[in-house]
């Protein structure tokens, strides 16, 4: 059995511990429910914007334009999405696990390459011949700290297009984790370029928008391109955001759980150890006694 001293100093250990994870737990779920607000006021925006390219681009052919135009894929461009720092869960590990998985499966025969947003991918992926490190887009993605706005993303949403509109890549794609709830985030691969215009029944020709489109359908579809682009980026961020949180809201909360249950332990054995430690005192003390008697 461990001696008294030990004991003490592994539950003075634990119970600092608790205090952190507890604090940390608290402090993720104050940023929940900011990043929560966000996501779910933008989700109908999003939504809308989508429905409204499908209706523009319903009977015009959209080939024109460059962000639409579908070619052979020989260069791909992975972008996965993860947090700054780690104490999250599986969070992180699961994004670079789908990303490597996506890059070995699904673009096994193509030259695929991977821009990383957050700390945690890029190290990771730094040591890897698929990362890009030096140009501008990896400085501005590198460089994208917690607090974003939509005016930095729609940054490195023009270096994207560009990157795609010189052909430098063909398939530009993100990976990251989208927020269903506290405890749940559901790790999603989302084509971003080219931009997927027509629906399936629109393909068909049986969907009627019913619109007087003024100046043109093409150019109305030539201008929404790029804010749709620019809002689904902006999105995916806040998607990922709020998952981070709560990930590590998640996994603080067990941590924390874990903290008292080892403490419950560690009391039970400091309160045998002192017992046992008492009762041997008492009886040398007894021994001792009768000894004294005799």
Not at 125 to 141: N, P, S, V, Y
Request: charged residues 25%.
């Amino acid at each position: 059995m461990a001696g008294l001293k030990e004991v003490r100093t592994r539950i003075a250990s634990v119970n600092s511990t608790k205090q952190v994870t507890s604090a940390m737990k608290m402090v993720s779920a104050a940023k929940l429910r900011k990043s929560q607000d966000a996501i779910l006021k933008l989700r109908p925006y999003a939504g809308k914007m989508a429905e409204i390219m499908r209706k523009a681009s319903s009977s015009v052919e959209t080939g024109g334009n460059i962000f639409s135009a579908q070619r052979e894929i020989k260069n791909v461009l992975l972008i996965p999405i993860t947090s700054n720092r780690g104490l999250c869960g599986g969070f992180n590990a699961n994004i670079i696990r789908q990303t490597v998985k996506t890059a070995r499966d699904t673009w096994r025969d193509k030259r695929v390459s991977v821009i990383s947003i957050g700390r945690k991918a890029f190290a990771f992926f730094r040591r890897t011949e698929m990362h890009i490190i030096g140009t501008d887009l990896a400085q501005a993605t590198r460089h994208l700290g917690d607090r974003f706005d939509f005016a930095e993303s729609s940054n490195i949403v023009l270096l994207l297009m560009n990157l795609f509109a010189k052909k430098e890549f063909d398939k530009i794609t993100l990976v990251y984790n989208r927020f269903k709830n506290a405890a749940t985030q559901i790790v999603t691969v989302e084509d971003f370029l080219p931009v997927q215009i027509h629906s399936p029944e629109q393909k068909t020709g049986k969907l009627d928008t019913g619109y007087i489109f003024e100046p043109s359908q093409q150019e109305i579809i030539d201008n929404l391109i790029p804010l749709a682009l620019k809002t689904q980026f902006y999105s995916a961020l806040l998607e990922s955001r709020a998952a981070e949180h709560g990930a590590r809201m998640t996994a603080m909360n067990k941590a924390t759980d874990n903290a008292n249950e080892l403490l419950k332990e560690l009391r039970l054995t400091y309160n045998k150890a002192r017992q046992a430690t008492i009762t041997k005192e008492l009886l040398e003390i007894v021994g001792g006694a009768e000894a004294l008697k005799g």
